[in-house]
Nanobody, 119 residues
Framework: QVQLVESGGGLVPPGGSLRLSCVASGSIFRIHVMGWYRQAPGKQRELVATITSGGLTNFADSVKGRFTISRDNAKNTASLQMNSLKPEDTAVYYC?????????????WGQGTQVTVSS
């Protein structure tokens, strides 16, 4: 059994910053990719950022230059630093990971954490 648990969401004014964290636990052989997706009300879930075990990153165009992603492979954690937040960043943010357990890889999702950008 593998679990992803997020933390760090909340309410922040426009221009502010938040840091989201995600920790993976359970029967983990290897974590290939970790990242974040988000879903705003009435919209589809969309990619925010991902990072491979080797440190290669990918960002949505809408967050490039404002968000950074990092991970600690030894601790099975990933973090998303969000700066210069805008109201359109308001969404539920989900941690995502591709994890190999027992020689099979699966996609895993966290329960989501709310980020609200508003004055």
């Amino acid at each position: 059994q593998v679990q992803l648990v997020e933390s760090g969401g909340g309410l922040v004014p426009p221009g502010g910053s938040l840091r989201l964290s995600c920790v993976a636990s359970g029967s983990i052989f290897r974590i290939h990719v970790m990242g974040w997706y988000r879903q705003a009300p009435g919209k589809q879930r969309e990619l925010v950022a991902t990072i491979t075990s080797g440190g290669l990153t990918n960002f949505a165009d809408s967050v490039k230059g404002r968000f950074t992603i990092s991970r600690d492979n030894a601790k099975n954690t990933a973090s998303l630093q969000m700066n210069s937040l805008k109201p359109e960043d308001t969404a539920v943010y989900y941690c995502y990971a591709v994890i190999t357990t027992d020689q099979v890889s699966y996609n895993y999702w966290g329960q989501g954490t709310q980020v609200t950008v508003s004055s």
